[in-house]
Structures are given as C-alpha cells and as structure tokens.
T-cell receptor, first 115, second 113 residues
Framework: AQSVTQLGSHVSVSEGALVLLRCNYS??????LFWYVQYPNQGLQLLLK??????LVKGINGFEAEFKKSETSFHLTKPSAHMSDAAEYFC?????????????FGKGTTLSVSS | NAGVTQTPKFQVLKTGQSMTLQCAQD?????MYWYRQDPGMGLRLIYY???????DKGEVPNGYNVSRLNKREFSLRLESAAPSQTSVYFC????????????FGPGTRLLVL
C-alpha cells in the first residue's frame, strides 16, 4: 500500500528565507508524486508533479522538488519565501496504474511567512 | 471553461437530515472523486468513479452514497447526517490517463449539528 508522510505540520520562515517542506513516500511500484497548495478557503492547486522523467521538477511560483529514490523523498523547496506563499501544502502519491486511481495525501504542512 | 464546480459552498444540517452535494466538470474528464478534508488528516478519499457508469469505495465510504449521473456530474449523498460528517468536501476530476493531474473544485463546507 502506498503512503505519504509529511514531516512537520507547521513550518515558519521569514520573508526571503529558504522554504523546505519535507515529504517521504512509500510505494511498491514506481510512484507519481505531486505537491498541491491550498490557500485559505480555497480548493487545491497543483504546484508540481513528478512523473518519472527528470528528478528535479520545477513548478509554479518558484517552487521545485527533487525526487530521491534512495531516500524515498520528494521535498519541496523555494529559495526565497514571499508573504503570498503562506498556505497549506500537501504531498500526494499515486501509482498511476489503473484508470481512476486516486491520490493518497499526506496530512499537510502549514507554511507561515513572517515579515 | 469553469473547471470543477461544487454546490453548495456551505451547508448546515441537523443530525439525521439528508442532503446531496453536487459536482460537475466541463473538461471532458473520465474519472471523478470525492474527498473529505479534516484538520490534521489531509484529504481522504470517500468514493470515486473511474469512468461513467462505475463507482467504487475509497478509504472512508461509510455514511455516504454516490451517483455518477453522466460524464460531467458526480454527486455525493448523505442519507442521515451525523456530526462526524462535519468536514470540507472536495470533488476532483482527472482525464484518467496515466500520470495525469487531478483538478479540484472549491469545496463544500458542511456543518452537522
């Protein structure tokens, strides 16, 4: 069975500081990995996804993530935080196999950005 | 192109009442999903429909039923609401090809008293 663990339910950074949100996965098959962002009172928006091509994936808003098979990790980073990055972030995994396969989500990490 | 739409945005129910949450997508996607989001729990799958005419249970299906009315619409029904069903409900759709992204609606906030 697949699973996702997000380390740290809450991360606080200063504006301009590095953002690092951690995600580890468990999967018996090559995974497809996603990061979604949720702003207050809104739905989920895709930040980026890993689909077995390049291991370093660039997404929207300056975020990127690196797939490390040896560490079963897919951590999300941004070199310089902006106030508008404050939101909840979800890591998700899918085996992408059968039609209709759902995503398995982590419990989420709330990012706070202070000025 | 509205993407995934959900109605209502917010609902208050009394214990034992029933209601149907509506979801529609205009992207011609094959697969549709219902998730619930609870604090500290992430999103958990309630039911999904891989294609028109099929539905399957997810991780937390108890107390819910679904109908895939046509390719566009996928509804979630609570027959007898319970306080434990207080949550935010998200509908999502996917083209159903391998690797494809799921697209989410704005959510329905449900409070059961």
């Amino acid at each position: 069975a697949q699973s996702v663990t997000q380390l740290g339910s809450h991360v606080s950074v200063s504006e301009g500081a590095l953002v690092l949100l951690r995600c580890n996965y468990s999967s018996s098959v090559p995974p497809y990995l996603f990061w979604y962002v949720q702003y207050p009172n809104q739905g989920l928006q895709l930040l980026l996804k890993y689909t077995s091509a390049a291991t370093l994936v660039k997404g929207i808003n300056g975020f990127e993530a690196e797939f490390k098979k040896s560490e079963t990790s897919f951590h999300l980073t941004k070199p310089s935080a902006h106030m508008s990055d404050a939101a909840e972030y979800f890591c998700a995994v899918s085996d992408g196999g059968q039609a209709g396969t759902a995503l398995i989500f982590g419990k989420g990490t709330t990012l706070s950005v202070s000025s | 192109n509205a993407g995934v739409t959900q109605t209502p945005k917010f609902q208050v129910l009394k214990t034992g009442q029933s209601m149907t949450l509506q979801c529609a997508q205009d992207m011609n996607h094959n697969s549709m999903y219902w998730y619930r989001q609870d604090p500290g729990m992430g999103l958990r799958l309630i039911y999904y429909s891989a294609s028109e005419g099929t539905t399957d249970k997810g991780e937390v299906p108890n107390g819910y039923n679904v109908s895939r009315l046509n390719k566009r619409e996928f509804s979630l029904r609570l027959e007898s609401a319970a306080p434990s069903q207080t949550s935010v409900y998200f509908c999502a759709s996917r083209p159903s090809r391998v690797q494809e992204t799921q697209y989410f609606g704005p959510g329905t906030r449900l409070l059961v008293l």
